[in-house]
């Protein structure tokens, strides 16, 4: 969708991401499942990822990220129209885990839902945003890639727990009249894959159950190869339809900004696309895949790490569940070193995500990583939910320990 002469340009005018400060390595990895890091580095790339722990959720990673971009934004939160957050592991089936995080954040305005593409589901949301600008009903849009895929892992499953991290990344997308901004984008979505990569038991299919729980049911399951073939065959030809929507060919893309699944599979997008892999981001090496979250925090990263300038061209690119994959592509607009003062700025005491009332939660850490959240130096919050209204619990050890990224 090319943008039409005479509506407003979506710009990304704000960028912030969050990881919890736990890190999972390829050795600890080493001593809970059968693998090993060169097996591990040699065909992903990733070297460690992050962990979320017990009091954080996928609301509570996207309400600092989405703080951190909007004080980069240098906008108040109740000026965002609309909330768009991105997740195939929301806290809850219901509420939205957008509901939480507009609260979290003191939006008081803006209309909030998530959305369910899985890895692409960033990249889908970013292009709602520009559609709702386009067309006049938002201002200011806030966009959200958010996961907490450490928690939906089968710790004895080889192919996929050694793959996936948490994390949560966001960006304030604003009309202006101003040139620039997205340019073009491109989703597309192929239903014969919808097997690939899912989660089997939960939904209405098939509701939780013990039985459902004793099969395993509850973990992500992968077909790492067909979907590698997937992958290969569509990121390249997403990145370029949506290049050539923006009227312009790959090598005007100073910096492409794949979803951080595999480095395998980004190399081959620079093959499809001709280009030296100096055209493309990869964090993956010490993130793994963040699944939805993964293309804002590198696009944070990217920005942050003076990647980007005003007048580049970029390109987000992502391939997920469903099958399905996005593109965007977006001349640069706004002053990089915003970012990296909207980081400092904002830190997870900054957010209180509201908790339910006369509900206890069970431990959320899967007995696979208790060993490892139990290391010296990480908080070990109390269980108990917090009524909201009531002062928290003291944390057992100074919160300074307990700050991510
Ligand atoms: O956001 C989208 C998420 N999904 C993806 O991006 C996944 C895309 N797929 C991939 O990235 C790759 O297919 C994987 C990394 C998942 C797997 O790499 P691969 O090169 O396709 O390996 P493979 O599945 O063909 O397995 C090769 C061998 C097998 O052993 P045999 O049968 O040859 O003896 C596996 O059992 O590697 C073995 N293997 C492992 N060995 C050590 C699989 N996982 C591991 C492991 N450590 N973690």
Not at 46 to 71: F, G, N, Q
Not at 336 to 361: E, N, T
Request: charged share 20%; proline share 7%; glycine share 8%.
């Amino acid at each position: 969708m090319t943008n039409p002469g005479t509506a407003p340009r979506a710009h990304i005018t704000g960028w912030g991401r969050y990881v919890p400060s736990q890190v999972l390595t390829n050795a600890d990895l080493e001593r809970m499942v059968d693998t090993n890091d060169e097996w591990i580095v040699s065909r992903t790339g990733i070297r460690e990822r992050r962990v979320a722990a017990a009091d954080e959720t996928t609301a509570s990673m996207a309400a600092v990220a989405s703080l951190r971009a909007i004080r980069t934004a240098g906008i108040d939160p109740d000026e965002i129209d609309l909330i768009l957050l991105a997740t195939l592991t929301p806290d809850y089936w219901m509420p939205s885990t957008a509901a939480l995080v507009k609260e979290a954040i003191g939006n008081t305005r803006a209309a909030a839902m998530d959305v369910a593409a899985a890895c692409s589901g960033f990249v889908y949301a970013f292009s709602t945003a520009q559609a709702y600008i386009a067309s006049g009903l938002a201002k200011h849009v806030l966009v959200i890639g958010a996961e907490l895929l450490t928690r939906f892992l089968d710790y004895t499953d080889r192919s996929t727990c050694i793959l996936f991290g948490d994390g949560a990344g966001a960006v304030v997308v604003s009309a202006s009249n101003e040139p620039g901004g997205t340019l073009g984008v491109e989703l597309t979505t192929e239903p014969q894959g919808a097997y690939m990569i899912w989660l089997p038991a939960g939904g209405a299919k098939s509701p939780p159950s013990s039985e459902t729980i004793a099969r395993g049911e509850h973990y992500i399951r992968m077909e790492g190869r067909e979907t590698y073939r997937f992958a290969t065959r569509t990121l390249a030809s997403t990145a370029l339809a949506s290049v050539r929507k923006a009227g312009l060919e790959p090598s005007d893309v100073s910096l492409f900004i794949p979803h951080q699944a595999n480095i395998r599979i980004i190399e081959a997008v620079a093959k499809g696309l001709d280009l030296p892999m100096e055209r493309m981001f990869v964090n993956l090496d010490r993130y793994g895949n963040t699944s939805a979250a993964s293309v804002p925090i590198a696009l944070a990263e990217a920005v942050n790490e003076g990647r980007v300038q005003v007048g580049d061209n970029i390109c987000i690119v992502a391939f997920g569940a469903g099958f399905t994959s996005g593109a965007a592509t977006i001349e640069w607009t706004a002053d990089p070193a915003r970012g990296v003062a909207g980081d400092v700025a904002v830190g997870p005491a900054d957010v209180h995500v509201r908790l339910p009332v006369d509900w206890d939660s069970v431990d959320p850490i899967p007995p696979a990583l208790a060993e490892l959240m139990a290391r010296p130096g990480l908080v070990n919050p109390p269980l108990d939910d917090v009524v909201p209204g009531e002062p928290p619990a003291e944390p057992a050890v100074p919160a300074a320990s307990t700050s991510g990224r």
